[in-house]
């Protein structure tokens, strides 16, 4: 059979890449498969529109955004075409729906594909979808009704299960992992003796300049008790848009001796990090995500809800600390760094036994293709 995948195949986003690599994968066994990419692309790989301290918020010039339009336009009536010709859409991976504004394009994007594929007579499946946050109840009811117009839904993790649970019954959605938990070990075989600070700009999230401040400060205070440690420091993120902050955070240390920061523009570098360092303090899901993978213990900083769940699913909750009290923190963050790195084989046990626990509990979409695949398909 024929299928399409809508995914964020040309995003800047590492994590978003990694779920646009181990989607097909999962799908192509049992379907002939076309890839469609959903990503904005609005944010080119400069950081000329990347908010920063002195450009807070993002602005695109009219020729931008008009640009944007019509290479959108020209998406859908290519999608238009090849869905003639599928018997089913996927459309998922990554946090698909989300805004922190009211005018949501990510809303109408998914909206639109959905509904040419339903008014095609085609099955939708969203799988493995992310959402939130949103700005009001209204947009998030919103997205929660257009996702109930697919045929078969899984969310990949439970705080966006829960969400959807809240405003719909019926049709019922499934709780599973996200796609890079299936992720294979890629790690070279060179010595790994340092450690990696992720870090993320929470302008990004819309927060305001002193917040920002404050948490990069937080993250200097961090650097220079984690320095004591006298390891190679490597300052990274697996966004490209975070880059702006970390520069920041990079300028202001007064001895960078030992620090480094790793530009990370793909998968690959995140292997190659990932091969010379044994320990992760993480801010981004997917560079705990793809952690686990490659069993580099790690503690996170915590910046939203499904940093939580994240925590709470890999059943590591005191592993968590919250990114904006890092400072009032510190005594209690460095002491369960000495202590996990002070048992790191033990650890990675651990992250090995709950990566495949997790595998197992939570394969529910392998399943589900694997069972549909033989199955004639028409949307009644």
Not at 88 to 114: A, C, E, P, Q, R
Request: charged share 25%; hydrophobic share 40%.
């Amino acid at each position: 059979m024929k299928a399409i995948l809508i995914s964020f195949f040309n995003s800047n986003n590492i994590g978003d890449q990694l779920i646009s690599q181990e989607l097909p994968k999962m799908i192509s066994e049992g379907f002939d498969l076309k890839c469609l990419d959903f990503s904005e692309n609005l944010i080119p790989k400069t950081n000329s529109d990347v908010p920063n301290k002195t450009n807070p918020k993002r602005k695109l010039s009219l020729f931008r955004y008009l640009l944007y339009k019509i290479k959108f336009n020209l998406k859908i009536k290519e999608y238009r075409r090849l869905v003639k010709k599928v018997d089913l859409v996927f459309i998922g991976g990554g946090n698909m729906l989300f805004s922190h504004d009211k005018y949501s394009k990510l809303i109408y994007k998914f909206d639109k594909f959905t509904k040419i594929a339903i008014k095609s007579r085609k099955k939708v499946w969203a799988i493995s979808l992310g959402i939130a946050p949103f700005v009001s109840s209204i947009q998030e009811a919103k997205a929660v009704n257009l996702i109930a117009n697919c045929d078969y839904i899984s969310f990949r993790d439970p705080k966006s299960l829960s969400i959807y649970n809240k405003y719909i019954n019926k049709p019922q959605a499934y709780l599973s992992i996200d796609p890079v938990f299936f992720l294979d070990y890629k790690l070279l075989d060179i010595s790994n003796h340092g450690i990696g600070i992720n870090i993320i700009n929470n302008l990004l999230i819309e927060e305001s300049i002193a917040e920002y401040e404050k948490v990069n400060n937080n993250y200097l205070k961090l650097i220079e008790r984690v320095k004591k440690l006298n390891l190679r420091i490597y300052l990274f993120s697996t966004d490209l848009k975070d880059y702006p902050a970390i520069n920041a955070i990079y300028n202001k240390l007064s001895n960078k001796e030992n620090i480094f920061i790793e530009n990370i523009t793909n998968s690959q570098d995140v292997f190659n990090l990932y091969s010379k360092i044994s320990f992760i303090i993480g801010t981004r899901m997917h560079a705990m995500i793809i952690a686990s993978t490659q069993f580099v213990p790690f503690i996170g900083l915590s910046w939203q809800q499904k940093i939580e769940a994240f925590f709470k699913l890999i059943n590591k909750e005191a592993y968590r600390f919250n990114y904006k009290s890092v400072i009032e923190d510190l005594d209690l963050i460095m002491a369960k760094v000495f202590k996990i790195m002070g048992n790191l084989e033990k650890e990675k046990v651990q992250l090995k036994q709950t990566l495949d626990e997790l595998k197992d509990k939570y394969n529910i979409d392998h399943k589900m293709i694997n069972k549909l695949a033989n199955k004639k398909l028409t949307r009644r």
